[in-house]
């Protein structure tokens, strides 16, 4: 099956920093990458669409300058959370498209931030 | 605006139970629907999918889900659970269109020796 990989798979920085998540597909091309935001014993909620070359897609109530998407090839996208703060704690996932025509997604393992 | 709800928030079954997971979706349009699940400290992955064709689908582990249009329901059975099949179990759609999915909120299922 396909594999997705995120790193780090845990990060604790300190109010104020910035921290790079990264999410590769390892043995496929990803044309479209997403970024959920899963909070404690609640769903999974999509942050924003990152389409390989071309700027990401955010929902609604994401704050663009705060989460920067960059797909900058077809297996890796990163996630950069700037200016970190306590409430940005979280589990961070992302997944990745294989062909448009399934709609089906591969999960990466996560990565939970912990902002101090 | 798409939404998917899962009506059992968590579930306690003794292995050999039966269990059906209620997932509904409000889109009115086609859909594709998929269920996922989420073992304690691993990844999500793929129960199943329905895209189109015989609307009730069979997935790993012995799982199955009957997609009823007129419902807009996707229910996720299983004759018999074991108690490996204790997770977390993620309903999820992706409409017509949309290039994404949206995910209910989730079922954790505890199943007891």
């Known amino acids: 099956g396909a594999v997705v990989s995120q790193h780090p798979s845990w990060v604790i920085c300190k109010s104020g920093t910035s921290v790079k998540i990264e999410c590769r597909s390892l043995d496929f091309q990803a044309t479209t990458m997403f970024w959920y935001r899963q909070f404690p014993k609640q769903s999974l909620m999509l942050m924003a669409t990152?389409?390989?070359?071309?700027?990401?897609?955010?929902e609604q109530g994401v704050e663009k300058d705060k989460f920067l998407i960059n797909h900058a090839s077809l297996t890796l996208s990163t996630l950069t959370v700037t200016s970190a703060h306590p409430e940005d704690s979280s589990f961070y996932i992302c997944s990745a498209r294989r062909t448009r025509e399934t709609g089906e997604l591969f999960f990466g393992e996560g990565s939970r931030l912990t902002v101090l | 605006a798409q939404s998917v709800s899962q009506h059992n928030h968590h579930v306690i079954l003794s292995e050999a139970a039966s269990l059906e997971l209620g997932c509904n979706y409000s889109y009115g349009g086609t859909v594709n629907l998929f269920w996922y699940v989420q073992y304690p400290g691993q990844h999500l992955q793929l129960l199943l999918k329905?895209?189109?064709?015989?609307?009730l689908v069979k997935g790993i582990k012995g799982f199955e889900a009957e997609f009823i249009k007129s419902k807009f329901s996707f229910n996720l059975r299983k004759p018999s659970v074991q108690w490996s099949d204790t997770a977390e179990y993620f309903c999820a759609v992706n409409a017509g269109g949309y290039n994404k999915l949206i995910f209910g909120a989730g079922t954790r299922l505890a199943v007891h020796p």
């Open positions: 990152s389409n390989e070359g071309s700027k990401a897609t955010y």
């Open positions: 329905y895209f189109s064709g015989d609307p």
